[in-house]
């Protein structure tokens, strides 16, 4: 007898079939085996069973008509011991339960002449009866638990913020120590004043040409036309880093020859050159003056003949060094001048907002300066040198002094910071708005109204950035339950979708329970809705 496992396939069981020496083929399958159920499969071991009579041992029913079509001997048996050897838990448990549920087809639709009540009062105390009844008990309990307990959805969303800009008009006048603000719209002005005086430091910036020493030696000059070629006096000959050289005295470079091959054979004469003090970029020349012997020089005036007229240094040019004197010039005064100017009024500034920062401390007050153009006044400016100081004089640097006055307005900043605060809690749409944050850095005068200057007022729209998200927790916002019942009951994947085009949300998640229901709860009770900033 052949012993066909749960596990074995078709081929298995052809090599089981082959391997088998008995005259008579017996075969023993387990519990819905896929081979019992399948027509090609058992013409196949019909096949190869051959000339021997096949027998088939299951206590599977359900495939008696295929084994009817092929002529196969088969032998029903309810024998425990064959059962449990074929069966797994699972498969003894699947076999019971199809069992017990063809008994409760048989109650409702079996056709005999008892009707289905008198079946079931039949069954009602058997185990039948108490396996029906456990039935309807569980598929109630599933139900109910599933719809009014288990089935729940967590939505979770991040807000998006919305920045919006919110303004206010104030007036800001000039008021002594001793008056008070008696309108909310009203912000105190206090005139704060300092005087300063400053010196620094200036190095001159021309050089003294008499000063700077000259480089100066012999230059070849060649010339490759048919022509002579005359050459004053002071010429100028330029190197590749235009560094520049005069000849000496004036010159006549003869013409080119001929040779007995028909070369050009240039001429060339020898003169003194000496090096500027500028170049050609006007810097001063210093050491590269000093060239070195075999250093091709240019004409700079001729563009498309340079390389038919030019000089190459014979030696090496010396003398030319570093050392110089500078000397005072009218520019570098008035430069000096413009700076110390510049530096005076930054200065007073600094010190200026230095003396507030004490005094806010002192005091434990947060005073600033209105920040509006032309609110910073700046007078009494006076520059001062030593008597001394001429132009032309051969100084390497000079010292100025200068006095000047700072006078301007400072403001309560936190005065106004909660007069600002307070007016957009009020105008806060508050069931469907809430203020994330207040960006005090985006501060600003946007707009100037009017001005007055005795005693000096502004009328002005101060304007800040707000953080706003949407209030998804208010009680009484009735957005939420709108967007709980567009949801309900929809694939969660969807659903993020949808949330996500929301111009109020930033981010979704959905997470739903029991873990293997993808759906969201079709109660909207059961979907409970948190918010992360």
Do not use: C
């Not at 929809?490 to 293997?516: C, G, H, Q, R, Y």
Request: aromatic content about 14%.
């Amino acid at each position: 007898m052949i012993k066909v496992h749960k596990n074995d396939s078709i081929v298995d069981i052809i090599i089981k079939i082959k391997n088998n020496n008995e005259k008579e083929l017996i075969m023993e399958f387990p519990f819905w085996h896929p081979v019992l159920h399948n027509y090609t499969s058992l013409k196949i071991i019909k096949t190869k069973a051959a000339k021997r009579e096949l027998v088939i041992i299951t206590n599977d029913k359900t495939a008696r008509k295929i084994w009817k079509t092929l002529w196969i001997k088969y032998s029903l048996t309810d024998n425990p011991d064959l059962v449990e050897y074929n069966y797994s838990f699972f498969e003894y448990f699947l076999y019971t339960f199809k069992s017990y549920f063809r008994e409760i087809l048989d109650i409702f639709f079996k056709k005999d002449n008892d009707s289905v009540i008198s079946r079931y009062k039949k069954y009602s105390n058997s185990w039948i009866g108490y396996f029906i009844s456990f039935i309807f008990i569980s598929i109630f309990l599933f139900l109910f638990i599933f719809y009014f307990a288990v089935n729940k959805t967590y939505i979770t969303i991040t807000p998006e913020i919305e920045v919006k800009t919110k303004a206010k008009n104030f007036v800001f006048t000039e008021m002594k120590d001793d008056e008070f603000i008696m309108d909310d719209n009203t912000i105190k002005l206090k005139k704060i004043e300092k005087e300063i005086s400053i010196n620094e430091k200036f190095w001159t910036s021309w050089i003294s040409e008499k000063t700077i020493s000259n480089s100066r030696w012999k230059v070849k000059l060649y010339n490759h036309f048919w022509e002579q070629i005359d050459l004053k006096n002071n010429t100028r000959l330029e190197t590749e880093d235009w560094t520049t050289f005069l000849i000496e005295w004036s010159v006549t470079i003869p013409a080119s020859s001929v040779s007995s091959t028909w070369q050009v054979i240039p001429w060339n004469i020898e003169v003194n050159a000496i090096s500027r003090s500028h170049d050609n970029n006007w810097k001063i020349s210093w050491l590269k003056a000093n060239i070195p012997s075999k250093t091709k020089l240019i004409f700079p005036w001729l563009k498309d003949d340079k390389e038919r007229v030019y000089a190459e240094s014979i030696t090496d040019f010396i003398w030319a060094n570093d050392k110089y004197t500078k000397i005072l010039t009218k520019e570098d005064i008035e430069n000096a001048k413009e700076i110390l100017k510049t530096k005076a009024e930054n200065e007073s500034l600094k010190q200026l907002k230095n003396e507030i920062i004490e005094t806010n401390k002192l005091n434990n007050v947060e005073f600033e300066i209105l920040w509006i153009n032309n609110i910073i006044k700046y007078s009494k400016f006076e520059i001062f040198w030593l008597e001394n100081l001429k132009i032309w004089s051969e100084i390497e640097n000079f010292e100025l002094w200068a006095n000047i006055k700072i006078s301007t307005y400072s403001y309560n900043k936190e005065l106004l910071l909660s007069k600002i605060r307070n007016d957009v809690k009020d105008k806060i749409l508050t069931n469907i708005e809430e203020i994330l944050e207040i960006n005090w850095d985006s501060l600003r005068i946007a707009n100037i109204i009017s001005t007055q200057e005795k005693p000096y007022s502004i009328k002005a729209t101060v304007q800040v950035e707000v953080l706003f998200i949407h209030n998804f927790l208010s009680k009484n916002n009735n957005y939420v339950d709108r967007l709980k019942t567009i949801v309900a009951w929809m694939d969660k994947n969807e659903a993020e979708k949808i949330l996500l085009n929301n111009n109020k949300i930033s981010n979704v998640k959905i997470e739903t329970k029991p873990f293997f229901i993808d759906n969201i709860s079709k109660i909207k009770d059961n979907i409970i809705l948190k918010v992360e900033n």
